[in-house]
């Protein structure tokens, strides 16, 4: 079974330019999540998927990330435009629908470098 | 203060040795407890779930006080495959977000 895979692996970007991350979870979870670690600090929490509507965007750092995930499977995070403090490396997860146990498993991220 | 703390380490221990790494979180309504995995520049990956019972895999061994409102990880026999950073992960439960700890770095010395 494949995993959680994200692209690019790394995009180096100039201050004010627009750049978009991909995640394909695991098929068939129906949950998928973006999370964030900056330099030196713990990986954060983003926002949430449950199919296509968001569930929680309580972690959106501001109005320049936009999320999408038009009909239910791979999703997009746009930062636009791109600002220094935005570097870090971006995280994509998914679980499936199981209440008993919510286990998340991680792509290897989007390794993203703001000059 | 921070939902979830670690020691960052590093934690430089021999083959063979038993280690051990804690972490306490701040939110008392948390309900499920985790232990990942991190090789660097990978994904992190479910080491194991922990259960107010404890649990173990093979050489690893989890523990949660829920009454201290920390978990534990043991690591016997230590291997050098087992250099890594273990990151504590806790969640209200459900399909909510899982909040991170910084993760503590283990390397492990022929």
């Known amino acids: 079974e494949a995993g959680v895979t994200q692209f690019p692996s790394h995009s180096v970007i100039e201050k004010g330019q627009t750049v978009t991350l991909r995640c394909d979870p695991i098929?068939?979870?129906?949950?998928l999540y973006w999370y964030r670690r900056v330099m030196g600090k713990e990986i954060k929490f983003l926002l949430h998927f449950v199919k296509e509507s968001k569930q929680d965007e309580s972690g959106m750092p501001n109005n320049r990330f936009l999320a999408e995930r038009t009909g239910g499977t791979y999703s997009t995070l746009k930062v636009q435009p791109a600002e220094l403090e935005d570097s870090g490396v971006y995280f994509c997860?998914?679980?499936?629908?199981?209440?008993?146990?919510?286990?998340?498993?991680f792509g290897a991220g989007t390794r993203l470098s703001v000059l | 203060r921070k939902e979830v703390e670690q020691d960052p380490g590093p934690f430089n221990v021999p083959e063979g040795a038993t280690v051990a790494f804690n972490c306490t979180y701040s939110?008392?309504?948390?309900?499920?407890f985790f232990w990942y995995r991190q090789d660097c520049r990978k994904e992190p990956k479910l080491l194991m779930s922990v259960y107010s019972s404890g649990n173990e895999d093979g050489r690893f061994t989890a523990q949660l006080n829920r009454a201290s409102q920390y978990i534990s990880l043991l690591i016997r026999d230590s291997k050098l495959s087992d250099s890594a950073t273990y990151l504590c992960v806790v969640s209200p439960g459900g399909y909510q977000k899982v909040t991170f700890g910084t993760g503590t770095k283990l390397q492990v010395i022929p």
């Open positions: 997860a998914s679980s499936k629908y199981d209440r008993a146990k919510n286990i998340q498993y």
């Open positions: 939110n008392s309504a948390s309900q499920s």
């Open positions: 098929s068939g979870h129906d949950n």
